[in-house]
DNA sequence: CTTTACGCCTGACGGC
DNA sequence: TGCCGTCAGGCGTAAA
């Protein structure tokens, strides 16, 4: 289940293979994922050379002179890279071939993901143009969170979950970062002071930098395949550990459900 | 306006 | 062994 810090690795890890690569053809085998996949890609893709490869939120983007190839993992959604052909397996879903041979392939078992061609300014698409502060950079402050938390009842945990909010906050990591700041998932948005969410949003920072770090060595090899995100899970402190002491005080973590999301936390060091 | 519920989809897992 | 129910989860949409 790619979050930010999963997407950010594999974009780092196909950048160099295919900036100025040019995609030779697009090979689709299912016609729809969340939503249609534009079944002209190929043409539109085909004979096209990528210029850059960004993200947004949890959104990658190709970009091209003609348009921009709009790619997003949902949940169980992985990009593996290929040399030459290799026979599909179940759930690969589309190739992107390029002229030098190499290909990306997207595989995706629940097809929660998205493959869609933008053309014009992507950020202008309806599925960018309101999303909030990307988490790791300058725009993100506890000053945006605490204005934008103003009488708001919602638990704090699904409000930094709101892409409108901050994007590219998961379940998994909206637990860890409220761990990492001390504050109770359950609190209302609207009740945290200015100076505690200047600590949420460094944590924020703090545990996605992390986690991307962690991703950059275990998944540093893209030459072969298996982009295939991992959770990370050998850091987490507080998600999936209902149950088990806290790494601070030894209390047992607490599992809550908030906005129908399993949510973890101690509740001796968060309030 | 805010908040909540639901649907999309498959694989893993537990109970029988 | 197999069948069935439940859960997980990003995120858009509908409804309250």
Redesign the pocket.
Known sequence: ?P?LPEVETIRRGIEPFIVNNRVCRVLLRTP?L?WPVPADLDRRLGGQVVQRVERR???LLLRTAVGTLLI?L???GYLRTLQGDQPPG??DHADILFDDGFCLRLND????GALLWLEGDPQRHP?LAGLGPEPLSAELSGEVLFKKGRG???AVK?FIMD?RIVVGV???YASEALFVAGIDPSRAAGRISRQRYRRLAAAIREVLQRAIAAGGTTLRDFSDQQGRPGYFAQQLQVYGRAGEACTVCGQPIVKIIL????SYFCSRCQN
């Open positions: 289940m979050e729809k969340r939120a949890k959104y997003h949902g949940m169980s179940k759930h078992a629940r097809r929660f599925l708001r009842r919602l699904s892409s998961g379940n998994i906005g129908q999301r399993a």
